[in-house]
């Protein structure tokens, strides 16, 4: 053979390692991402799995406003009812994902301002641990969020990148959707100590 079809064959074997390179590249970041996403819904689980825990030591409390256990109860439910599989990640799953969850830590922020003019709910010890549960399975929960929207960011740019954009369309990679704040988030909530009671 002579040097002109070794060149050629040099080259495509070059293209054909660089191209396999590549998928195995984007397959390894879309599992980090998968990897990540699981631990999302983990720690949305745990807070899922506390409210019952904290319904019930609510619950003991005379008086102590129905409508908000009710409110808690039913987003609890919305929201574990909501799945996301990690093969569909598009930025529309993900904004509904996030508002069934937006919803549930809504209706947990109100049952703990109203639980705070119940001096015995506060009191008790039971309480007072499963509060700390879920501020701590809340921070978990944002953490859990920065890496999945960490894993994504390297994952899309690796997908949207010249040449890897070739590779990635015809592998079937589409990008994935970010967590995002909520609309209204960027404003700083009022404190008000003149409450009237």
Do not use: C, H
Not at 167 to 195: C, L, R
Request: aromatic content about 8%.
């Amino acid at each position: 053979m002579n040097k002109t079809v070794w060149i050629v064959l040099g080259v495509i074997a070059l293209v054909i390692f660089w191209g396999v390179g590549s998928r195995n590249s984007m397959a390894t970041s879309d599992q980090d991402v998968k990897a990540k996403w699981a631990n999302v819904q983990s720690a949305y689980q745990r807070r899922a799995d506390l409210i019952p825990n904290l319904v019930k030591t609510v619950q003991g409390v005379a008086n102590f406003e129905k409508s908000t256990l009710t409110a808690v109860i039913e987003a609890r439910a919305s929201a574990t009812q909501m799945k996301l599989d990690s093969k569909d990640l598009s930025p529309e799953n993900l904004q509904k994902y996030q508002a069934a969850q937006s919803s549930l830590g809504g209706a947990l922020s109100r049952l703990m301002v109203v639980a705070e003019n119940y001096p015995q709910l506060k009191a008790t010890e039971n309480f007072s641990e499963l509060q700390a549960q879920l501020e701590g399975t809340e921070n978990r929960i944002k953490e859990e969020r920065d890496n999945f929207n960490t894993a994504v960011q390297g994952y899309n740019t690796l997908i949207v990148t010249f040449p890897n954009n070739l590779i990635a369309s015809f592998s079937g990679f589409a990008e994935k959707g970010f967590f995002q704040a909520e609309a209204g988030s960027e404003k700083a909530p009022e404190v008000n100590f003149d409450e009237k009671k």
